[in-house]
């Protein structure tokens, strides 16, 4: 049973930083893509930042050189590094593993967890 587990949301001040992290269990960590994707009240889902098997990163338009996503593959674990957090950047953060085999697409998500920017 595949399972991705977020931990590290909470309240933050603007300006502030917080670090998730997401251990997944159940996957050959190693050979997935993993994301984070964030989602507001009455918003789209959207790419927060992504980083491949092969260790290329790629982030969303609103969080570039603020965030920095990273993956330890002995702890089956990806990281988000949050820094200089604004008010819009509060929303549900949720883990994503995701890999393509020949015709077969695998896509796994967390429960999420909530990241709230106010003073």
């Known amino acids: 049973q595949v399972q991705l587990v977020e931990s590290g949301g909470g309240l933050v001040q603007p300006g502030g930083s917080l670090r998730l992290s997401c251990a997944a269990s159940?996957?050959?960590?190693?050979?997935?893509?993993m994301g984070w994707y964030r989602q507001a009240p009455a918003k789209k889902r959207e790419l927060v930042a992504v980083?491949?098997?092969?260790?290329?990163?790629e982030y969303g338009d609103s969080v570039k050189g603020r965030f920095t996503i990273s993956g330890d593959n002995a702890q089956s674990t990806v990281y988000l590094q949050m820094n200089s957090l604004k008010p819009e950047d509060t929303a549900v953060y949720y883990c994503?593993?995701?890999?393509?085999?020949?015709?077969?697409?695998?896509?796994?998500w967390g429960q999420g967890t909530q990241v709230t920017v106010s003073s």
């Open positions: 980083i491949t098997r092969g260790g290329i990163t």
């Open positions: 994503n593993a995701h890999k393509i085999r020949g015709l077969l697409e695998y896509n796994y």
């Open positions: 159940g996957i050959i960590f190693s050979i997935y893509d």
